[in-house]
Protein backbone atom coordinates (compact mmCIF):
# COMPACT_ATOMS: atom_id res chain seq x y z
CA UNK A 1 0.00 0.00 0.00
CA UNK A 2 1.40 3.47 -0.95
CA UNK A 3 1.73 6.13 1.71
CA UNK A 4 -0.33 8.46 -0.65
CA UNK A 5 -3.31 6.19 -0.73
CA UNK A 6 -3.01 5.64 3.08
CA UNK A 7 -3.24 8.96 3.56
CA UNK A 8 -6.25 9.27 1.39
CA UNK A 9 -7.97 6.48 3.51
CA UNK A 10 -8.43 8.75 6.65
CA UNK A 11 -6.96 5.74 8.49
CA UNK A 12 -3.85 7.89 9.59
CA UNK A 13 -4.97 11.21 9.90
CA UNK A 14 -7.76 10.50 12.06
CA UNK A 15 -6.11 8.70 14.58
CA UNK A 16 -5.93 10.49 17.85
CA UNK A 17 -3.01 11.96 19.38
CA UNK A 18 -0.95 9.82 22.27
CA UNK A 19 -2.02 11.25 25.60
CA UNK A 20 1.47 12.22 27.17
CA UNK A 21 2.02 14.50 23.16
CA UNK A 22 -1.01 15.97 24.03
CA UNK A 23 -0.13 17.00 27.29
CA UNK A 24 3.22 18.45 26.01
CA UNK A 25 2.97 21.32 24.63
CA UNK A 26 5.96 21.51 22.06
CA UNK A 27 5.42 17.92 20.89
CA UNK A 28 1.76 18.15 20.33
CA UNK A 29 2.31 21.35 18.40
CA UNK A 30 4.27 19.12 15.79
CA UNK A 31 2.27 16.01 15.61
CA UNK A 32 1.21 16.61 11.40
CA UNK A 33 5.14 16.89 11.14
CA UNK A 34 5.78 13.36 13.58
CA UNK A 35 2.64 11.70 11.38
CA UNK A 36 3.84 12.84 7.77
CA UNK A 37 7.41 11.36 8.80
CA UNK A 38 6.38 8.46 10.36
CA UNK A 39 4.49 8.28 6.76
CA UNK A 40 7.31 8.85 5.01
CA UNK A 41 9.51 6.29 6.37
CA UNK A 42 7.36 3.77 7.89
CA UNK A 43 6.13 0.69 6.18
CA UNK A 44 2.26 0.17 7.02
CA UNK A 45 1.40 -3.52 8.44
CA UNK A 46 -1.72 -5.37 8.61
CA UNK A 47 -2.08 -7.88 10.81
CA UNK A 48 -5.13 -10.87 11.01
CA UNK A 49 -6.20 -11.62 14.49
CA UNK A 50 -3.52 -14.20 16.08
CA UNK A 51 -0.43 -12.74 13.42
CA UNK A 52 2.97 -11.78 15.05
CA UNK A 53 4.27 -8.20 14.38
CA UNK A 54 7.63 -8.86 13.05
CA UNK A 55 9.60 -6.06 14.82
CA UNK A 56 13.13 -5.23 14.98
CA UNK A 57 14.74 -3.84 18.74
CA UNK A 58 14.32 -0.16 18.67
CA UNK A 59 12.02 0.16 16.08
CA UNK A 60 9.12 2.37 16.77
CA UNK A 61 5.35 2.00 15.84
CA UNK A 62 2.03 3.85 15.91
CA UNK A 63 -0.99 1.55 16.37
CA UNK A 64 -3.57 2.84 13.77
CA UNK A 65 -6.70 0.08 14.33
CA UNK A 66 -6.77 -2.70 16.39
CA UNK A 67 -4.62 -3.89 19.29
CA UNK A 68 -1.49 -5.23 20.38
CA UNK A 69 -1.07 -7.47 22.86
CA UNK A 70 2.97 -6.86 23.86
CA UNK A 71 4.40 -9.65 25.25
CA UNK A 72 7.44 -10.80 26.73
CA UNK A 73 7.45 -14.69 26.17
CA UNK A 74 10.90 -15.42 26.28
CA UNK A 75 11.41 -15.35 30.54
CA UNK A 76 7.88 -16.10 31.77
CA UNK A 77 7.88 -19.85 30.94
CA UNK A 78 6.40 -22.69 28.40
CA UNK A 79 2.53 -21.56 27.77
CA UNK A 80 2.98 -18.21 29.75
CA UNK A 81 3.78 -14.66 28.87
CA UNK A 82 4.56 -11.80 30.65
CA UNK A 83 2.08 -8.90 29.61
CA UNK A 84 3.93 -6.01 29.28
CA UNK A 85 1.41 -3.34 27.49
CA UNK A 86 -1.81 -3.33 25.44
CA UNK A 87 -1.07 -0.42 22.60
CA UNK A 88 -4.25 0.66 20.91
CA UNK A 89 -5.28 3.07 18.37
CA UNK A 90 -2.98 6.11 18.40
CA UNK A 91 -0.50 4.73 20.64
CA UNK A 92 2.89 4.92 19.82
CA UNK A 93 5.16 1.67 20.94
CA UNK A 94 8.60 0.46 20.97
CA UNK A 95 9.77 -3.47 20.28
CA UNK A 96 12.70 -2.74 23.18
CA UNK A 97 15.15 -0.61 24.70
CA UNK A 98 18.52 -1.21 26.84
CA UNK A 99 18.30 -3.63 29.02
CA UNK A 100 15.17 -5.11 28.65
CA UNK A 101 14.23 -8.32 26.45
CA UNK A 102 13.23 -8.46 22.95
CA UNK A 103 9.20 -8.31 22.79
CA UNK A 104 6.98 -9.87 21.01
CA UNK A 105 3.51 -8.13 19.35
CA UNK A 106 0.64 -9.94 18.62
CA UNK A 107 -2.29 -8.94 17.13
CA UNK A 108 -5.82 -9.16 19.33
CA UNK A 109 -7.86 -8.49 16.54
CA UNK A 110 -7.30 -7.31 12.70
CA UNK A 111 -4.99 -4.83 13.16
CA UNK A 112 -3.29 -1.96 11.34
CA UNK A 113 -0.13 -0.23 12.12
CA UNK A 114 2.88 1.86 10.71
CA UNK A 115 6.35 0.97 12.21
CA UNK A 116 9.32 2.26 11.11
CA UNK A 117 12.09 0.04 10.23
CA UNK A 118 15.34 -0.08 11.93
CA UNK A 119 17.20 1.31 8.46
CA UNK A 120 15.50 4.40 8.17
CA UNK A 121 15.35 5.81 11.89
CA UNK A 122 18.42 7.21 11.66
CA UNK A 123 16.81 9.62 8.32
CA UNK A 124 13.09 10.02 10.50
CA UNK A 125 15.51 11.23 13.55
CA UNK A 126 17.46 13.51 11.16
CA UNK A 127 14.31 14.91 9.68
CA UNK A 128 12.07 15.10 12.49
CA UNK A 129 13.82 17.95 15.20
CA UNK A 130 11.85 16.48 18.43
CA UNK A 131 12.16 12.45 17.14
CA UNK A 132 15.07 12.19 19.80
CA UNK A 133 12.66 13.57 22.76
CA UNK A 134 9.90 11.10 21.35
CA UNK A 135 12.08 8.12 21.30
CA UNK A 136 13.33 8.88 24.94
CA UNK A 137 10.14 9.05 26.18
CA UNK A 138 8.99 6.02 24.63
CA UNK A 139 12.22 4.06 26.17
CA UNK A 140 10.75 5.79 29.34
CA UNK A 141 7.53 4.52 28.99
CA UNK A 142 8.32 0.66 28.20
CA UNK A 143 11.15 0.22 31.51
CA UNK A 144 7.71 1.62 33.49
CA UNK A 145 4.85 -0.76 31.37
CA UNK A 146 8.33 -3.54 31.99
CA UNK A 147 8.79 -2.71 35.87
CA UNK A 148 5.11 -3.24 36.49
CA UNK A 149 4.57 -6.46 34.39
CA UNK A 150 7.35 -8.00 35.90
CA UNK A 151 6.44 -6.66 39.34
CA UNK A 152 2.67 -8.14 38.61
CA UNK A 153 4.09 -11.66 38.48
CA UNK A 154 4.50 -12.18 41.75
CA UNK A 155 1.52 -11.41 42.69
CA UNK A 156 -1.08 -14.38 43.74
CA UNK A 157 -2.69 -16.18 40.41
CA UNK A 158 -6.24 -14.25 40.98
CA UNK A 159 -4.55 -10.75 40.65
CA UNK A 160 -2.77 -11.87 37.62
CA UNK A 161 -5.74 -12.64 36.41
CA UNK A 162 -7.36 -9.56 37.09
CA UNK A 163 -4.78 -7.69 36.16
CA UNK A 164 -5.01 -8.87 32.67
CA UNK A 165 -8.86 -8.56 32.60
CA UNK A 166 -8.50 -5.11 33.37
CA UNK A 167 -5.89 -4.28 30.97
CA UNK A 168 -8.27 -6.17 28.50
CA UNK A 169 -11.18 -4.03 29.48
CA UNK A 170 -9.15 -0.67 29.83
CA UNK A 171 -8.02 -1.12 25.72
CA UNK A 172 -10.45 0.88 23.26
CA UNK A 173 -12.06 -2.41 21.74
CA UNK A 174 -13.47 -3.20 24.88
CA UNK A 175 -17.45 -2.08 24.97
CA UNK A 176 -19.71 -1.29 27.56
CA UNK A 177 -23.13 -2.93 28.36
CA UNK A 178 -25.10 -3.69 31.13
CA UNK A 179 -23.48 -6.61 32.76
CA UNK A 180 -20.30 -5.09 32.34
CA UNK A 181 -17.25 -3.69 30.39
CA UNK A 182 -17.06 -6.59 27.30
CA UNK A 183 -14.20 -8.21 26.19
CA UNK A 184 -13.82 -10.64 23.23
CA UNK A 185 -10.91 -13.22 24.38
CA UNK A 186 -11.17 -16.65 25.55
CA UNK A 187 -10.59 -18.13 29.55
CA UNK A 188 -7.32 -19.73 27.70
CA UNK A 189 -6.30 -16.69 25.78
CA UNK A 190 -6.89 -14.66 29.64
CA UNK A 191 -4.78 -17.43 31.34
CA UNK A 192 -2.21 -16.94 29.18
CA UNK A 193 -1.80 -13.30 29.44
CA UNK A 194 -1.63 -13.29 32.95
CA UNK A 195 1.00 -15.72 32.94
CA UNK A 196 -0.85 -18.56 35.13
CA UNK A 197 -0.90 -22.09 34.94
CA UNK A 198 -4.40 -24.10 33.94
CA UNK A 199 -5.33 -25.64 37.05
CA UNK A 200 -4.95 -22.16 39.56
CA UNK A 201 -6.93 -20.45 36.55
CA UNK A 202 -9.83 -22.21 36.73
CA UNK A 203 -10.21 -21.84 40.72
CA UNK A 204 -8.83 -17.88 40.00
CA UNK A 205 -12.24 -17.84 36.90
CA UNK A 206 -14.91 -19.58 39.54
CA UNK A 207 -13.52 -17.26 42.44
CA UNK A 208 -14.20 -13.85 40.09
CA UNK A 209 -17.33 -15.07 38.99
CA UNK A 210 -19.00 -16.40 42.35
CA UNK A 211 -18.06 -12.79 43.84
CA UNK A 212 -19.18 -10.85 40.46
CA UNK A 213 -16.73 -9.77 39.20
CA UNK A 214 -16.73 -11.72 35.95
CA UNK A 215 -19.41 -13.38 33.67
CA UNK A 216 -18.23 -15.58 30.92
CA UNK A 217 -20.89 -16.26 28.27
CA UNK A 218 -19.82 -18.97 25.82
CA UNK A 219 -16.55 -19.49 24.40
CA UNK A 220 -14.79 -15.70 23.75
CA UNK A 221 -17.37 -13.41 25.45
CA UNK A 222 -16.23 -11.81 28.87
CA UNK A 223 -18.33 -9.17 31.12
CA UNK A 224 -15.88 -7.61 33.39
CA UNK A 225 -17.25 -5.39 36.05
CA UNK A 226 -13.93 -4.55 38.09
CA UNK A 227 -11.50 -6.67 40.65
CA UNK A 228 -12.67 -7.69 44.22
CA UNK A 229 -12.61 -5.47 47.05
Known amino acids: MSG????????????????????????FGTWGQT???MLKHGRVETLKKGSIL???????????????YC??????GQDRALFVSFPGRGELF????????SLTFQAHCKTTALVIPSGNLKAFEGELAVAGRIM?????????QFAQAAQAASLQDILRI?????????????????LGREIVASK??????????????????????????????????VFFRGGMN
Open 54 to 68: TMGSGEIGLLIDGGL
Open 4 to 27: QAFIGSGGLMDVPVPRWIENDESL
Open 162 to 178: ERALQMLADHPSGTDTR
Open 136 to 144: ATLDLILAQ
Open 71 to 76: LDIETA
Open 35 to 37: LMA
Open 188 to 221: TQIRYLAGVHKRSASRAFKKLDTDGCVTFYGYKR
Open 94 to 101: KAGASGLP
